[in-house]
């Protein structure tokens, strides 16, 4: 297993897993985060497979399990510790020590099954369970492995040729939109549903190239702001970016009540990463966890706080809804607060539900004619966009999965997206969440 020291190796070279920091950097701030408010909490978390029609084989299991008990092997090594402290100075030297301490040990921690049908192939399960603070780790690894295995055992009608080409023209294409529109601001996502860790190297190498081409024709504006790969990151010299995940406030939900999660997820994540500290971790709140209808509802009970957060990231239902949500609650907390100026000054919404170039451009748009900022985290088109080798007029599908928090301390916990029916969550926890929120089932 490659150690990367030097970040020099070539990415078809390196096997996964070969870094703790192959992961998103939103596991990292929410770990962080887990240790000052969760240090005790045990978590089970669990794998759904959305498509279960795209079915595994035993060979391709038999190679998921073998790389994810590796994951017990990783440590974090000098150098890697070195840049990401200088890439996040925001986290502190006790964290970093915490960060190369720690030890997985996914044969007790990770349980994962092979369910065959009668014709040898079959559906994986994993449950992990364990120490939150451990736990946290797991996720987008696992989901990395379970992609990068099945696009090399299961679905092998595709090839990397044009993946370079095709990522560059995608970022020229996101920041040359139509006239009137601005330039689009984006990070790269793709860490989870990638189709491997080659083609994600590939992916940021062509990403880079377009955004220097566009610079070089004298682009304006911020243009490929960042990865959420903490590990590429790192070797390319781009931000680190990331929001929080619902699991940070699916936790906090399930231990101290529903009404006001938001609320007290915000004002806990604060108490770890305070805005008025010199190169903080900007403050970007996920927004629906429980629905955006509960959360505008908290946000604007707290106008001070709300100011603090110049950001609020839309995942699940009608994007130009919220965007209009969005304004009107900071023109409203901007009222109440008595503040001078633009309401909107500073304001962003970040997207990342299914972003293509098309669907960002006309966000973009949207945003603009309100005057809202915006910026975009766009996932899967970026790292998994292939077509079949044998019929290049056919779409190779990328998986559709999940990892999520499941219980906390043995409370179940749930998601109430604004997606009408990905609800997440035991039908009967649903339901008490729902009521005690006074939200229609």
């Known amino acids: 297993m490659a150690t990367p020291e030097t970040f020099d ?39 759904t497979n959305r498509a279960p029609q795209m079915r595994f084989t035993r060979e391709c299991f038999d190679w998921i399990q073998e790389r994810v008990n590796r994951l017990g092997e990783l ?39 092979f369910l065959p049908g009668a014709d040898g192939a079959g559906e994986i399960a994993c449950r992990i369970e364990g120490l939150w603070r451990e736990c946290i780790l797991y996720e987008v690894p696992i989901m990395a492995i379970i992609s990068e295995g099945y696009f090399k055992f299961v679905d092998t009608d595709w090839t990397m040729d044009g993946q370079f080409e095709l990522a560059k023209k995608k970022a020229l294409d996101l920041l040359s939109p139509p006239d009137g529109i601005n330039s689009i601001a984006f990070s790269e996502f793709g860490t989870r549903r990638r189709r491997s860790f080659a083609v994600h190297d590939v992916v940021m190498r062509g990403l880079a190239a377009g955004h220097e081409e ?24 781009i931000k680190p970016s990331g929001t929080v995940a619902h699991e940070w406030i699916m936790a906090i939900g399930a231990s101290f009540g529903y009404v006001d999660a938001n609320s007290r997820a915000m004002d806990m994540w604060e108490a770890v990463y305070p805005a008025n500290v010199k190169d903080g971790l900007p403050l970007i709140m ?32 009608d994007p130009f809804t919220f965007v209009r949500q969005a304004k ?17 000054a500073g304001k962003r919404v970040v997207f990342s539900d299914a972003l293509d ?11 603009d004619e309100i005057g809202l900022g915006a910026a975009f985290g766009i996932g899967t088109f970026l790292t998994n966009d292939f077509v079949k080798k ?52």
């Open 214 to 237: 566009w610079k070089a024709a004298g682009g304006k504006g911020a243009g490929l702001a960042g990865t959420s790969n903490v590990y590429l990151a790192l070797k390319y010299g």
């Open 9 to 47: 190796l070539p990415a078809e070279e390196i096997e996964l897993p070969f870094s703790i920091l192959d992961t998103d950097l939103y596991k990292l701030t929410m770990q962080n985060a887990v240790l000052r408010h969760f240090h005790d909490a045990q978590v089970v978390i669990k794998f």
């Open 390 to 441: 044998s019929d290049p007029t056919q779409t190779s599908k990328p998986l559709n999965m999940v990892i999520k928090l499941s219980q906390i301390n043995g409370q179940d916990c749930v998601k109430l997206s604004d997606d009408k029916g990905k609800h997440t969550g035991t039908p009967s926890e649903v339901a008490r969440a729902q009521r005690e929120l006074g939200l229609a089932p």
């Open 75 to 113: 440590r974090l090594t000098n150098e890697e510790r070195k840049r990401l402290e200088a890439a996040c100075p925001y986290f502190s030297a006790s964290y970093l020590d915490f960060l190369a301490s720690i030890q997985l040990h996914p044969k007790q921690q990770v349980e994962l099954s």
């Open 286 to 317: 996920l927004t629906d966890t429980y629905t955006a209808e509960v959360f505008f509802r908290e946000f604007c009970s707290d106008p001070a706080r709300a100011l603090r957060w110049g950001a609020l990231r839309q995942d699940s239902g």
């Open 328 to 344: 009107a609650a900071w023109e409203e907390v901007a009222r109440l607060a008595g503040t001078e100026g633009p309401a909107l």
């Open 357 to 367: 170039v098309v669907r960002s451009i006309n966000l973009q748009k949207g945003c």
